[in-house]
T-cell receptor, first 110, second 113 residues
Framework: GIQVEQSPPDLILQEGANSTLRCNFS?????LQWFHQNPWGQLINLFY?????KQNGRLSATTVATERYSLLYISSSQTTDSGVYFC????????????WGLGTSLAVNP | GAVVSQHPSWVICKSGTSVKIECRSL??????MFWYRQFPKQSLMLMAT?????????EQGVEKDKFLINHASLTLSTLTVTSAHPEDSSFYIC?????????FGDGTRLSIL
């Protein structure tokens, strides 16, 4: 089955710093989503981005479907950005079942 | 935007009790919902796919008699953990999506004493 790899597994930043998180996937996909799981466990939809580039405030994401990777950019990080960032994908015809990466655990220090 | 409501947020109960968790799509219809389990510091693990009006499809290794799923309407799926034991303690999350993308409930933290 399709494999999803995220890097780095852990990241510590000083408030105000920028970062790039990466998601590699092993086969073509028709859905890719980035999520932020906050310390209370809530999963926040960040981007639905099977291809192209999107921006939302300090966050932006780019998916290069032909090269099978996606990047999540966090600029001017804040302590509230702390948590785990997950990438999840699914393939056409598999009933929308998402395949998850192991996540990047981000800690932003004041 | 699309909202998925999950209830309850927290459950603490004694071993042997059965616990029901509800997942509702508030502003859209969902023929398919998904139930996940998450252990501390791990990724989400798909337990089952809930199909409106038919039986759920369970992932390999998930006991269907332990985790009963009912999807009786286009807006409601329930997960019942039957005769729960401490090893069933975990964080359970549901998701739904009429198409793409999927939307997630806030999760249920289950603690069995």
């Amino acid at each position: 089955g399709i494999q999803v790899e995220q890097s780095p597994p852990d990241l510590i930043l000083q408030e105000g710093a920028n970062s790039t998180l990466r998601c590699n996937f092993s086969d073509s996909v028709n859905n890719l989503q980035w999520f932020h799981q906050n310390p209370w466990g809530q999963l926040i939809n960040l981007f639905y981005i099977p291809s192209g580039t999107k921006q939302n405030g300090r966050l932006s994401a780019t998916t290069v479907a032909t090269e099978r990777y996606s990047l999540l950019y966090i600029s001017s990080s804040q302590t509230t950005d702390s948590g785990v960032y997950f990438c999840a994908v699914n393939r056409a015809g598999n009933n929308r079942k998402l395949i998850w990466g192991l996540g990047t655990s981000l800690a932003v220090n004041p | 935007g699309a909202v998925v409501s999950q209830h309850p947020s927290w459950v603490i109960c004694k071993s042997g009790t059965s616990v029901k968790i509800e997942c509702r799509s508030l502003d859209f219809q969902a023929t398919t919902m998904f139930w996940y389990r998450q252990f501390p510091k791990q990724s989400l693990m798909l337990m089952a796919t809930s199909n409106e009006g038919s039986k759920a499809t369970y992932e390999q290794g998930v006991e269907k008699d332990k985790f009963l799923i009912n999807h009786a309407s286009l807006t409601l799926s329930t997960l019942t953990v039957t005769s729960a034991h401490p090893e069933d303690s975990s964080f359970y999350i549901c998701s739904a999506g009429g198409g793409q993308p999927q939307h997630f409930g806030d999760g249920t933290r289950l603690s069995i004493l």
